[in-house]
């Protein structure tokens, strides 16, 4: 799925996502409620938190969980995820999904990843890009929008890179990146604020 214009319930969930990172409570329930006017569905959000377990870590994830169930009530998430005997779909799903946001790197992500130790390369396609990302309730487009806020907040150099081409493989168009970013930058601190620029620029001449 494509997505080649900003509506402003996924501006709300790039900056609830974002907020998350940054682990600012109040922030987060502004932000939450916000996507709730805005008219974003809830199982967004959802996703949004479950995916965040990766990208940021369980216990700012658990605390964002906790402020959006006191906002929204019970999960509405379209699949529990709790049946393991689903994972050689999870991989499969996953080794899907992880070839579509890669690319042409994926099989060299792979070999790296494998290399720095194969229970990590296993983990990533199978419990991250399969049972986590693979899930329905929030397309991949709008997934890589949420992960690309969380890790420029945390300045993480290698996946922001990866993860803003990415979100350009997964359908976001080009002005649309740049919109979504313009809401997370109010998280960034300097450093983080001139390796998103420099970044996006690489992207852009590649």
């Not at 479950?50 to 369980?58: A, D, E, I, Y």
């Not at 790197?105 to 990843?113: C, E, K, P």
């Not at 290399?115 to 199978?126: F, I, K, Q, R």
Request: charged share 20%; hydrophobic share 45%.
């Amino acid at each position: 799925m494509s997505l080649l214009q900003l509506d402003d319930a996924t501006r709300a969930l790039v900056a609830l996502s974002a907020a998350i990172a940054v682990g600012n409570e109040s922030a987060i329930e502004e932000h939450g409620r916000t996507c709730l006017a805005e008219g974003a569905p809830e199982a967004w959000v959802d996703e949004l938190l479950l995916q965040s377990t990766l990208m940021v870590g369980w216990p700012r994830a658990l605390s964002a969980v906790a402020i959006w169930r006191r906002i929204a009530g019970p999960a509405r998430s379209l699949e529990d995820g709790t049946e393991y005997a689903q994972a050689p779909a999870w991989r499969a799903r996953g080794e899907v999904l992880c070839r579509e946001i890669y690319g042409a790197n994926y099989d060299r992500l792979r070999a790296n990843i494998c290399e720095l130790h194969p229970a990590l390369d296993a983990w990533m396609v199978t419990e991250g890009y399969g049972r986590t990302l693979g899930r329905p309730g929030l397309d991949l487009a709008r997934r890589e929008l949420t992960i690309v806020a969380q890790v420029a907040v945390q300045g993480a150099e290698r996946q922001l890179h990866s993860h803003l081409r990415g979100a350009l493989n997964a359908g976001v168009a080009p002005d649309v990146l740049d919109a979504a970013l313009a809401g997370v930058r109010p998280f960034l601190g300097a450093r983080e604020l001139a390796l998103l620029a420099t970044l996006l620029n690489r992207i852009r001449t590649s």
